[in-house]
């Protein structure tokens, strides 16, 4: 007998400062390997909070952050993670910089959503047909809803944030920044002044921790850092100014857009 | 359809951000406070009607670290324990048709006059709740935007969720 797909499980965790949903699909009812992977998902979460955060004094990095150790004394999360910041600040043509942080290298920018893919890589071991992990407003997920439908993951409107301003297609991984909500966490690494050329930036693709790093450099950067996107596969972009205009790259995986969003 | 309302005020001095939904949880305490007394601070009540109000119940839940979608279908409302936000404390109030989120709003709110915390109320509030509402009324399955620290609010949803047994 065929049964729907359904979601089988939401969950809701306090981590980074934040709260990160999970949400299964699936026919069946989650099994015992699936609820223990989803534990294990979890604590990816908390792991990368314990190493990375700078609200936390004795996290690794926040005494990095101070000279009290050098990185070899880190665990080996953080050079991986500051390698991979390395690549994104080249991709991102230098918008993406934490190394231009006030008060030190602060890879904030790109740990939340390499910590949810990470997250959800776990999940991907289980069977099941989907799930997505939600880190506060960034998304990594595979499958989706139903057999052959992609997950839809509705933008918010940054001049009227009760509203969506599009709906897109998620190919796996979905950031959005944007001045809208966290004031000045904004720096740009060429002045290294709180800025924004956004009203807000998504990025799409397969890697939720590059497309968190590349959302960061597209709301400093603004429409003029959409070139970044020219000539770089599997990610697409969109950019919503202050006149509440949208600059979308070709391959943008919009499904509908608020008719009245643009003005 | 069975209708009824149920309304129940919890209070919980949480210590948002430093702990987990289920570490939580067994602070939490249930009083029957009205909910004349908790004035709504957010607009619309789009809850179904509701004849008459119910005493509260008085069984405590604790907040499940896992919860699957399933319910009878009645309109309710719950009011979630009052947690520390970055900027104040605030409690949130959910109301629900069987398993359908119809209305959520914040019961109440105190942010010291901090302007920091006003420009959050008027914005990121308003976009957490209708990110909830948003998720299940527009054939979507998530919501990307940019984030603030929604520790507060969100575990007094989830407390106020857990009550109605969600």
């Known amino acids: 007998m065929d049964r729907e797909t359904r979601r089988i499980l939401h969950h809701d965790e306090l981590v980074m400062g934040t709260v990160v949903t999970f949400d299964l699909y699936d026919e069946n009812e989650p099994s015992e390997d699936v609820l223990s992977l989803l534990q294990e998902a979890?604590?990816?979460?908390?792991?990368?909070?314990?190493?990375?955060?700078?609200?936390?004094?004795?996290?690794p990095l926040s005494r990095l952050r101070r000279g009290e150790i050098a990185l070899e004394q880190c665990p080996k999360d953080v050079s991986d993670v500051l390698e991979l910041c390395k690549v994104a600040r080249t991709i991102a043509d230098g918008w993406f910089d934490p190394w231009s942080i006030p008060g030190g290298v602060d890879p904030t920018g790109y740990v939340?959503?390499?910590?949810?893919?990470?997250?959800?890589?776990?999940?991907?071991?289980?069977?099941?047909?989907?799930?997505?992990?939600?880190?506060?407003?960034?998304?990594?997920?595979?499958?989706?809803?139903?057999?052959?439908?992609?997950?839809?993951?509705?933008?918010?409107?940054?001049a009227a944030t009760q509203r969506l301003a599009c709906v897109i297609e998620s190919p796996g991984a979905v950031a959005t920044s944007g001045m809208y909500e966290r004031g000045d966490h904004l720096i740009d690494p060429r002045t290294r002044r709180p800025t924004s050329r956004a009203s807000s930036a998504t990025v799409t693709g397969t890697d939720?921790?590059?497309?968190?790093?590349?959302?960061?450099?597209?709301?400093?950067?603004?429409?003029q850092a959409l070139s970044?996107?020219?000539?770089?596969?599997?990610?697409?972009?969109?950019?919503?100014?202050?006149?509440?205009?949208?600059?979308?790259?070709?391959?943008?995986p919009t499904v509908s857009i608020r008719s009245n969003a643009s003005k | 359809m069975k209708r009824a309302q149920i309304v129940i005020a919890g209070t919980v001095v949480g210590l948002a951000g430093l702990l987990s939904f289920n570490s939580t949880a067994?602070?939490?305490?249930?009083?029957?406070?009205?909910?004349?007394?908790?004035?709504?601070?957010?607009?619309?009540?789009?809850?179904?009607h509701s004849s008459g109000s119910t005493p509260p119940p008085t069984t405590t839940r604790t907040v499940p670290t896992t919860t699957t979608t399933a319910a009878p279908a009645a309109a309710r409302s719950a009011t979630g324990g009052s947690s520390n936000y970055s900027y104040g404390i605030l409690s949130v109030k959910v109301s629900v048709s069987g398993s359908k989120i119809t209305n959520i709003s914040i019961a109440s709110i105190d942010d010291g006059g901090n302007p920091r915390s006003q420009y959050i109320d008027q914005y990121s509030l308003p976009l957490l709740e209708q990110q909830a509402l948003n998720a299940q009324s527009a054939n979507i399955q998530g919501v990307s935007g940019a984030s603030y620290t929604t520790a507060g609010f969100e575990q007094s949803l989830q407390s106020a969720l857990s009550k109605l047994g969600l």
């Open chain 1, 228 to 252: 970044i996107f020219s000539d770089l596969d599997d990610y697409e972009a969109l950019v919503i100014d202050f006149e509440g205009n949208f600059h979308a790259t070709t391959g943008f």
């Open chain 2, 26 to 48: 067994v602070n939490l305490s249930l009083s029957s406070l009205s909910p004349a007394t908790v004035p709504p601070r957010s607009t619309t009540t789009t809850a179904p």
């Open chain 1, 112 to 158: 939340k959503g390499w910590a949810a893919q990470r997250s959800l890589d776990v999940l991907c071991q289980g069977a099941i047909h989907g799930a997505i992990v939600n880190a506060a407003g960034d998304t990594a997920s595979f499958g989706g809803p139903h057999p052959g439908e992609r997950f839809r993951i509705g933008i918010v409107d940054p």
């Open chain 1, 208 to 223: 939720l921790g590059l497309a968190d790093a590349l959302a960061t450099a597209l709301a400093v950067g603004g429409v």
């Open chain 1, 42 to 59: 979890i604590g990816v979460l908390h792991d990368a909070d314990d190493v990375f955060s700078t609200y936390k004094e004795e996290s």
